[in-house]
T-cell receptor
Framework: QKEVEQDPGPLSVPEGAIVSLNCTYS??????FMWYRQYSRKGPELLMY????GNKEDGRFTAQVDKSSKYISLFIRDSQPSDSATYLC???????????FGTGTRLQVTL | DSGVTQTPKHLITATGQRVTLRCSPR?????VYWYQQSLDQGLQFLIQ???????AKGNILERFSAQQFPDLHSELNLSSLELGDSALYFC?????????????FGEGSWLTVV
């Protein structure tokens, strides 16, 4: 079992829809949680970072962490075609520097 | 543009050969990370250096090695290349170690082994 699991998709939604991307993890040592966006053949770009259970909002993006169920979500409101990318969740521990990534969910927002 | 520079962007080489990938971190960043991304494995952490010293090691093969130089740029050396080494290799940097929220990735080096 991988430490971080994501549904690979692809997930196709119409423009303006609310998108829900999900991630589960198995390592209880993970203390901080991130979402990265990666366009095709580009480097991952940090979208959201959080280290506690609950919600964190930044513009159209909301990250939600439930440590009790080891479940992480990213919500995108008013989705745009420019949101079409692969979304990677990443987890890390407090003392280690390396991040453990999920394999990513490919999102396609159609006009 | 994250500020992390990687060269070369694309590289095609034969099995058994050796290649060197180069990374310049963002100005002021002391920590450099190397990740490998393949279709079936996703992003895998290879190794981290902080201010010239190895800080953490992941699933890095013995055929691979890395170093960080006094000017903080880093090189990843891949030797005795196999077809399965074909992947995107990313370098990332951060100001300090242990702070995941400040890790910035470069655009990657696409390695194809034929």
């Amino acid at each position: 079992q991988k430490e971080v699991e994501q549904d690979p998709g692809p997930l196709s939604v119409p423009e303006g829809a609310i998108v829900s991307l999900n991630c589960t993890y198995s390592n209880s040592a993970f203390q901080y949680f991130m979402w990265y966006r990666q366009y095709s053949r580009k480097g991952p770009e940090l979208l959201m970072y959080t280290y506690s259970s609950g919600n964190k909002e930044d513009g159209r993006f909301t990250a939600q962490v439930d440590k009790s169920s080891k479940y992480i979500s990213l919500f995108i409101r008013d989705s745009q075609p420019s949101d079409s990318a692969t979304y990677l969740c990443a987890n890390g521990t407090g003392t280690a520097s390396k991040l453990t990534f999920g394999t990513g969910t490919r999102l396609q927002v159609t006009l | 543009d994250s500020g992390v520079t990687q060269t070369p962007k694309h590289l095609i080489t034969a099995t058994g050969q050796r290649v060197t990938l180069r990374c310049s971190p963002r100005s002021g960043d002391l920590s450099v990370y190397w990740y490998q991304q393949s279709l079936d494995q996703g992003l895998q952490f290879l190794i981290q250096y902080y201010n010239g010293e190895e800080r953490a090691k992941g699933n890095i093969l013995e055929r691979f090695s890395a170093q960080q130089f006094p000017d903080l740029h880093s090189e990843l050396n891949l030797s005795s290349l196999e077809l399965g080494d074909s992947a995107l290799y990313f370098c990332a940097s951060s100001v300090e170690a242990g702070r995941g929220n400040t890790i910035y990735f470069g655009e990657g080096s696409w390695l194809t082994v034929v």
